[in-house]
């Protein structure tokens, strides 16, 4: 069974001010990995994901992710935060044969102040 | 483009009342899902289906019941609802292939009093 967790529960930064939201997962055999964004009271949006290849994962609103095998992690970045990135962010994996099913970290609310 | 739609958006329910969530899909995937959202525990698979007429249990089954009768639905049932299944309900889909992302619809939001 795979396992994620979002080492912070709440990050508070300053718009323009670079952000890291950590993600460190378990598993077996290889894995996807994804990032999502939910605004308040709406669904997830993919921001971007891992497959294979390149270890950095480029996504959508200037988002970048990193694969560390070794280190099992895939920390989400970004270089200068706007008050627009406010919202709660999900690290995920699912592996091959699973059907496409998701299995989620605990979320990380990102809140931007101006 | 509706994507992937959840009816209702919101409901509140009393302890034992039964309800059923419907999830529709207009985009052909095969795969859809149910997960719950509760604070600090993110979201937690309790059934899913890899295609028509075809359901499976996932990480927090109990308590639900769901149907695929059509490939484009995915119904979730409670019959006799709990306090504890008060969260956030999202469906989703995706395409027949492992590693490709899922579409989330925008959520039902349930309470049970």
């Known amino acids: 069974a795979q396992s994620v967790t979002q080492l912070d529960s709440q990050v508070p930064v300053f718009e323009e001010a670079p952000v890291e939201l950590r993600c460190n997962y378990s598993?077996?055999?290889?894995?996807?990995l994804f990032w999502y964004v939910q605004y308040p009271n709406q669904g997830l949006q993919l921001l971007l994901k891992?497959?294979?290849?390149?270890?950095l994962v480029k996504g959508i609103n200037g988002f970048e992710a990193e694969f560390n095998k070794s280190q099992t992690s895939f920390h989400l970045r970004k270089p200068s935060v706007h008050i627009s990135d406010t919202a709660e962010y999900f690290c995920?994996?699912?592996?091959?044969?699973?059907?496409?099913?998701?299995?989620f970290g605990q979320g990380t609310i990102l809140t931007v102040h101006p | 483009n509706a994507g992937v739609t959840q009816t209702p958006k919101f409901r509140v329910l009393k302890t034992g009342q039964s309800m059923t969530l419907l999830c529709a899909q207009d985009?052909?995937?095969?795969?859809m899902y149910w997960y719950r959202q509760d604070p600090g525990m993110g979201l937690r698979l309790i059934h899913y289906?890899?295609?028509?007429?075809?359901?499976a249990k996932g990480e927090v089954p109990d308590g639900y019941n769901v149907s695929r009768l059509k490939k484009q639905n995915f119904l979730l049932g409670l019959e006799s609802a709990a306090p504890s299944q008060t969260s956030v309900y999202f469906c989703?889909?995706?395409?027949?292939?492992?590693?490709?992302?899922?579409?989330f619809g925008q959520g039902t939001r349930l309470t049970v009093v």
């Open positions: 989703a889909s995706s395409y027949m292939v492992e590693n490709t992302e899922a579409f």
């Open positions: 598993s077996s055999v290889s894995v996807y």
């Open positions: 891992y497959l294979s290849g390149s270890t």
């Open positions: 995920a994996v699912s592996v091959s044969t699973s059907y496409g099913k998701l299995t």
């Open positions: 985009m052909n995937h095969e795969y």
């Open positions: 289906s890899v295609g028509e007429g075809t359901t």
